[in-house]
T-cell receptor
């Protein structure tokens, strides 16, 4: 069973469109994240959710909005897509309560291409 | 979180030990050292972490200097599948700063 899954794996769309990327984890973790990896391969945190509360929101445009229907899911909605949004987006999860310093488990990534 | 410095790239012969260094001279007392790797076109994968003692698991060993200002990740018998970018990250173990701040990492190439 896949621990952290993302759909779709590839997403090609036009500028100005609105799109969503879904993420699910079956590890029972209490915290989920979205990271962006740009063309220069730098991985940057975008959001994290802990028990349905947004706890970190880096300097990400408000066109990006995370939505967590339940503890196992954290979806990423993007409005009015721009060329610069083209990147690989990774979802991750971890267990942050209880034992300290747990590792994060990453999904396979979603490659978004905006034309 | 403290910043880290890693060499841009390293080569290692298949079957030999790969030793990847990391400097983190500004690390705080409550910050852990984590290592992740990213194989081409895949998501990052956790390898190991430690606070001040040396650690070993089925993937690797982590050696942290006594002053905690640097560490070394050791892959004891590198294989071609270990070719990846290796990231050394320091962060607090718990609390609000749960993010991982990735640097540019070390591209390890295992040669046949």
């Amino acid at each position: 069973d896949t621990a952290v899954s993302q759909t779709p794996k590839y997403l090609v769309t036009q500028m100005g469109n609105d799109k969503s990327i879904k993420c699910e984890q079956n590890l029972g973790h209490d915290t989920m994240y979205w990271y962006k990896q740009d063309s220069k391969k730098f991985l940057k945190i975008m959001f994290s959710y802990n028990n349905k509360e947004l706890i970190i929101n880096e300097t990400v445009p408000n066109r990006f909005s995370p939505k967590s229907p339940d503890k196992a899911h954290l979806n990423l909605h993007i409005n009015s897509l721009e060329l610069g949004d083209s990147a690989v987006y990774f979802c991750a999860s971890s267990q942050e309560s209880g034992r300290a310093a747990d590792e994060q488990f990453f999904g396979p990534g979603t490659r978004l291409t905006v034309l | 979180d403290a910043k880290t410095t890693q060499p841009t790239s390293m080569d290692c012969a298949e079957g030999r030990a790969a030793n990847l260094p990391c400097n983190h001279s500004t690390i705080s007392g409550n910050e852990y050292v984590y290592w992740y790797r990213q194989i081409h076109s895949q998501g990052p994968q956790y390898i190991i972490h430690g606070l001040k003692n040396n650690e070993t698991n089925e993937m690797a060993s982590l050696i942290i200097t006594e002053d905690r200002k640097s560490s070394t990740l050791i892959l004891p018998h590198a294989t071609l599948r270990d070719t990846a970018v290796y990231y050394c990250i320091v962060r607090v173990g718990r609390g609000s700063a749960r993010q991982l701040t990735f640097g540019s990492g070390t591209q390890l190439t295992v040669l046949p």
